[in-house]
């Protein structure tokens, strides 16, 4: 049985980590809120760029003279990118093992397929579960995105990046997966895929006619575009990357400081029992020491 001044040792040491995981949840709280209302001031204009591909979509697929290369990809899927947005930092429960899980999930499986994989880590803790298994996959890290307060110019560096590996034909599909945020207590693993552009459902594809001749062109909505359909696309279809990552970042952002704070009001209640079973614990033992020694005392007395 453990003396009453390691009792006594352990309780404080209990309190002492109560105040910390508690402070934590504040200051987690505290983040929470203004990571949340950037991801919702975000959403608007994500919403609206993803309304407008979605539209040109059929003149995007459907260019005269070929489509971008951002719009059909390399005609390949043989080498994947795989973009794993998790944080820095720790204790924050289950949110950096849940996607590490599904992205080990789907990089056995494209290897098993014969493909190739690439991965860019966005955060230290997926880096350092990774490359446990898949050390050569991975190509290049980013730490520390968004320390301070999160901005499109962190957004858009990731973005170059790819791009810049896109146009060296260093890989044909790339996809980010990340948390998204439902609430504090509910964070959703997302897989998407930002590159090439995903082909809507319901887009139909220029097709042979019955007799094998000229291909019969679905009708769509034509778009008159100005200057020029190349110069505009040139701008857009990057942009459109840096919104879906910049939006990818401000989710995982909330995610993030969501998981911590539900882990660290856990840890408080955890600890908060934990004390009152030592402290429990402690006057037992301490009344048990009494007892004993007014039985000695009694014993003595007795005998005289």
């Not at 790819?162 to 146009?167: I, K, Q, R, S």
């Given at each position: 049985m453990p003396s009453l001044k390691d009792l006594k040792n352990r309780i404080a040491s209990v309190k002492a980590t109560q105040k910390i995981t508690s402070a934590m949840k504040m200051v987690a709280a505290s983040k929470l809120r203004r990571a949340q209302q950037q991801a919702e001031d975000a959403r608007p204009y994500a919403d609206r760029m993803a309304r407008m591909i979605n539209s040109l979509a059929p003149s995007l697929f459907h260019a005269v003279g070929g489509a971008s290369k951002l719009v059909v990809g390399t005609?390949?899927?043989?080498?994947?990118?795989?973009v794993v947005v998790t944080s820095d930092r720790g204790l924050c429960g289950a949110f950096n093992s849940s996607i590490v899980r599904e992205?080990?999930?789907?990089?056995?499986?494209w290897m098993r397929e014969g493909k190739t994989v690439k991965v860019i880590c966005v955060g230290r803790k997926g880096r350092d579960q990774l490359r446990r298994d898949f050390p050569d996959a991975i190509v290049h890290t980013y730490e520390e995105i968004g320390r301070k307060k999160l901005k499109f110019s962190d957004a858009d560096i990731i973005t170059q990046h790819?791009?810049?590996?896109?146009?060296a034909e260093?890989?044909?599909?790339?996809?980010?997966i990340f948390n998204k945020f439902k609430s504090v207590i509910c964070q959703e693993v997302t897989v998407s895929q930002l590159l090439p552009l995903p082909k809507p459902a319901d887009l139909e594809l220029p097709s042979?006619?019955?007799t094998g001749g000229v291909e019969e062109v679905p009708s769509y909505?034509?778009?008159?575009?100005?200057p020029d359909q190349e110069t505009i696309l040139k701008e857009i279809l990057p942009r459109n990357l840096s919104v879906q990552i910049y939006g990818t970042l401000l989710e995982s952002a909330a995610s993030e400081q969501g998981a911590r704070m539900s882990a660290m009001d856990n840890a408080t209640r955890n600890a908060g029992d934990m004390i009152n079973r030592l402290t429990l614990t402690y006057n037992r033992t301490r009344q048990a020491y009494i007892t004993k020694e007014l039985i000695e005392i009694i014993s003595g007395a007795e005998a005289i």
């Open positions: 005609g390949s899927d043989q080498v994947q990118l795989l992205a080990r999930k789907r990089i056995n499986t790819v791009l810049t590996m896109f146009e260093e890989f044909d599909v790339c996809s980010v042979k006619d019955k909505a034509e778009y008159d575009f100005e």
